[in-house]
């Protein structure tokens, strides 16, 4: 041990120098301990609690910027200890954010102690990190922070389950930035995304609505209204249909009110949407199948100059493996009236056998009713162009 401990010189050179010297000597022996300990290889143990005593007896005496030097130093090192990391925290100021971004490792005593901070700039660069331990992530979904939930969101390390998946579905609904993370991750039930459908960008709102694909949901309020409606699907078809192809959309939106029950900006949005995901949702839970409600998706979302079969092929397997109840749960959580974290109990978790959910999208896209659309916006191509 006395051969190891003699191998690394300038634990007893310092120890030696410390008592002679004034502040320029406490900035040299500092930045230069520093440098020392976080060139060197993994310390034993006996050595880091020597330097443990050296840098808290020097970091004090040392000018400001030696103590930022030193600390920016120090913080390369892959072998703190909680209080050297405490040391590195406390010095290095401006690039602190910058330490714990970066930092090889970070022990939990540190990430405990940030996370029950009130700094939430701080606390979201811990939350984005893929070591975060299980005690300062219960912290970080304690506080109150958009900007904590962003990192959180974005962290691909972090399970989205129980608690933690309900928190971050809540905070989709109040925070954009939350709910494109969240869109983004294929290990996140995109089903509840359905409060922030229309924060998405077109293919996340697609994938909202494939969330719901070959799925149960539990009983939607919206029903009751739909029924009534129901006996009368071919002529709302043919309203919207017409509607679409005139480009009255005013008109469409005042409809889309009136049997929806959402209020008018949204059947405005629903009605401007040329994607037609928001629109889809409307016809698939008022009973639509692909046959009527690709003729109205044609005219609603048919642009020029731009191929839309592949958008359509998709439309009409969503129509086949998408069902009505489905679509009126999801109606209804725009109308705010359903739990969607209903969605996480087990009798509704959604279908995941990759391999016969390819064999219904094969058997979609041979379904007549794609050729028939596929042709039918070729026309309308055909008749803008002339």
Sequence with gaps: MHELMIGFQPYE????????????????????ACDAFARRGKPHAIEVEQFEALATRLFPTAARSARMKAAATLGRSEFLSPKLEQLVIENIEHDLLAYLEEAPTLSEQTMVGIASTA??????VI??????????????????????????????????????????????QMDHKVAWSLA????????????????????????????????????????RTI??????????????????????????????????????????Q????????????????????????LKVLIHA???????????????ARLFQNVSSDAMAFLLSAWRGEVNLLDLAKPKYRPFTQA????????AASKDPDVAHAVQALERIGARRAG
């Design 184 to 223: 983004a991750r294929s290990d996140f039930d995109t089903a509840l995304l359905a409060p922030a459908f229309f924060d998405l960008q077109e293919a996340d709102r697609l994938k909202v609505i494939e969330a719901f694909a070959l799925r149960k949901t539990p009983d939607a309020p919206i029903k």
């Design 355 to 362: 391999g016969s959910r390819a064999k219904m999208e094969n």
């Design 227 to 268: 029924e009534q409606v129901s006996v009368a699907t071919d002529e709302l078809s043919q309203a919207l249909m017409k509607l679409f192809f005139e480009n009255r959309r005013p008109e469409a939106t005042r409809l889309l009110t009136q049997i929806t029950g959402l209020d008018e900006i949204r059947c405005g």
């Design 127 to 172: 939350a984005a990190r893929n070591d975060i331990s299980n005690v300062a992530l219960a912290k970080l979904f304690q506080l109150n922070s958009r900007r904590v939930y962003r990192a959180l969101a974005a962290n691909t390390s972090i399970r989205p389950r129980g608690p933690y998946l309900n928190a971050l579905a809540r905070s989709a």
């Design 119 to 124: 700094d939430t700039r701080v606390c979201a």
């Design 301 to 315: 979302t048919a642009h020029e100059d731009e191929d839309r079969s592949e958008t359509l092929k998709l439309f």
């Design 270 to 293: 629903i009605a401007h949407d040329v994607s037609g995901a928001a629109l889809f949702v409307v016809l698939r839970a008022f009973g639509l199948t692909g046959h009527d409600g």
């Design 13 to 32: 050179t310092f120890q030696l120098l410390i008592e002679s010297g004034g502040t320029d000597r406490a900035n040299t022996l500092l930045v230069a």
